[in-house]
């Protein structure tokens, strides 16, 4: 079933709660009444079509209208990403952070080092999340747009060209792994490995906002490989063709 | 690929047809026999191969209760999938490996059958069985934790580079770890080092 903008807010959020956080990243929250998703989406100014395909994606694994999105603009796009972005580092992350905090204060007893451990691997996954990210809003999102700019102009130039060969979105595919990686690990550190008789429910809750993470971030990870990236190589193709000798 | 053998046993043409279409988008291959009545169903069920039995609950209903002992009693490995179509509650849930509810949509029928149809093909891997690392690559672990490239490993144990490679390999595949940090956090809580 696709979600169409003629639907009830409230109903979307009763077919697939996992959408909560994906609404609220585009200002979308709570106390909808019966509005329909294209009255929450005027009110707030989101485009509603843009919504719509992000919304049915992560609500069905099958269904990615890769074209589709590329047919929205980078703006847009971009747009999307930051605020996931956020959610990411302001949200999630200092959630799990508490979690895990909590966990480790309700242990006492000898093993509270193997805790720390854990804390620390976390910690480290943090950075290496917030490394990856800053770089992507510092350095390839300027990037993106500067190749957008040259490109809606129809205007290549020497400097743009040298721009592409300095770093161009096949570094930036070849540099986009390996963060989740730890994640991974960490998962099966607390699944399989952890030897404490820590608090079970506390150690759940760590593990269903790992395992959610994880999901969100793989379709985020789609959206920038089967979306950005492509709609920033055709760009990058045109211009160095049509370069000014 | 062996084919599967699939009994439908539905009053519902309508219901039968719609079965075998989804079915057919898993993309196994099956052998389908449609039934509408219970003297051919037990005839089936005794004399003929069989794999998977999807049965609906109205017409288990419509069956006389030597005729459903038979059918639930089937002694020869069989899955046993039912349709709830009446819409009430069947007394026969304890009989079946799976429901089909009357809401589920063909994504989650298909992936339910899917389900049944996958645990036919392939009753237990070997792989199940849990993986201890071996004492060579233990010693291999306690380096990596303490931060050793694989030159270093290779120099201290006196083997090949690529060996180290392969125990690294084997040691991420069987822990499920696949990180340095991740496997010096599993080092320290075995005791293989300690910091």
Redesign the interface.
Known sequence: MLIQSNMKMAEVIHLDYHLLPIVSRFGINLGFGDKTIEQVCREQGVDTNFFLEILNSYYNKDYFPQKHLQGFSLEVIIEYLRKSHDYYLHTKIPLIEHLLRQMIDSFQGIGTETLKLINGFFAEYKNELTRHIDREEEKVYPYVFTVEAAFILRKSSKEIVRLIHAYSMEDFEKEHDNVEDKLFDLKNILIKYLPLPVDLQLCHAVLIELFRLETDLKDHARIEDKVLVPKVKYMEKWLIEHATV | MKNTYVIIADISQLSRSGIMAIMKQTGFSFIFREVFQAEKLIRLLQNEPNNLLIISNSFLNSCSPEVIRKILSQSTPILRVLIQDTGMNSRFYNDFHEILKPED?E?VILRKLEKQVRSLIKPDPATNQPEEISEREKDVLKLVAVGMTNKEIAEKLYISSHTVITHRKNITSK?????I??LT??A???KLVSF
């Open positions: 949509n994504k822990l499920g770890i696949k990180t940090a991740g956090v599993y320290i809580i075995h």
